[in-house]
């Protein structure tokens, strides 16, 4: 929740900086506090999900669906012009996809989060490139940009995938605990009414 609330302050904190603004830019940051927002309702729901079983509610898929595609669409009007826009757009779209693959992780198996994660890298590589040349024709395409990406778009999914079946996992063994002890207590009154049984039966008998 702090990192989801940490997200779209970070993004004003950095526009803040920008020597110019565009008509894009309230729509985009309007919209990263939407998508936040999103994440979190949909990371409550997950974690419901996975320690109650309550299924996730579509609604919640489309309003984070929903929140990602506009803030994507309109990350690229929002950046403010020069010739670093297409490095920063890198990093916006890191942002704007790795937060709903973040929160969708514990739904998925870790060989989907990876393809997933990618296949985002993929994207994010080619937005930047199409960027760089609307943006910064002499500028040339910098391979470099796609290592951290991949990692932004492939670790932190796996370590929230991780942590939540890590949690699933301590819930079950609680779940395991309460059960042996319940089994304890009724094993314990078996025996004292198979020994009640025994004493009236020996006193009935005398």
Same mark, same amino acid.
């Given at each position: ?57 579509? /609604? ?101 995938? /991780? ?44």
């Amino acid at each position: 929740d702090v990192l989801l609330a940490l997200w779209p302050l970070t993004l004003v904190r950095l526009y803040a900086d920008a020597p110019a603004y565009t008509s894009w830019t309230l729509p985009f940051l309007v919209l990263q506090a939407a998508e936040a927002a999103a994440c979190g309702i949909v990371l409550h729901r997950v974690a419901a999900y996975e320690l109650d079983g309550a299924p996730v509610p579509r /609604w919640c898929l489309a309003l984070l669906a929903v929140t990602a595609v506009a803030g994507a669409a309109t990350a690229v009007g929002a950046l403010p012009p020069g010739v670093a826009s297409p490095p920063r757009l890198a990093a916006e779209l890191t942002i704007v996809v790795g937060g709903p693959l973040c929160v969708l992780a514990p739904l998925l198996s870790t060989g989907r989060v990876v393809l997933l994660g990618l296949t985002a890298t993929g994207a994010v590589a080619a937005g930047t490139a199409l960027a760089r040349r609307l943006l910064a024709p002499a500028g040339t395409t910098a391979p470099r940009v796609l290592v951290p990406v991949a990692l932004a778009l492939v670790l932190p999914p796996l370590a929230t995938r /991780w942590s939540f079946a890590i949690l699933s996992s301590v819930r079950a063994q609680e779940d395991l605990d309460l059960m042996r002890a319940d089994l304890a207590v009724a094993q314990e009154r078996l025996r004292i009414a198979r020994d009640l049984h025994d004493v009236f039966g020996r006193t009935l008998t005398t």
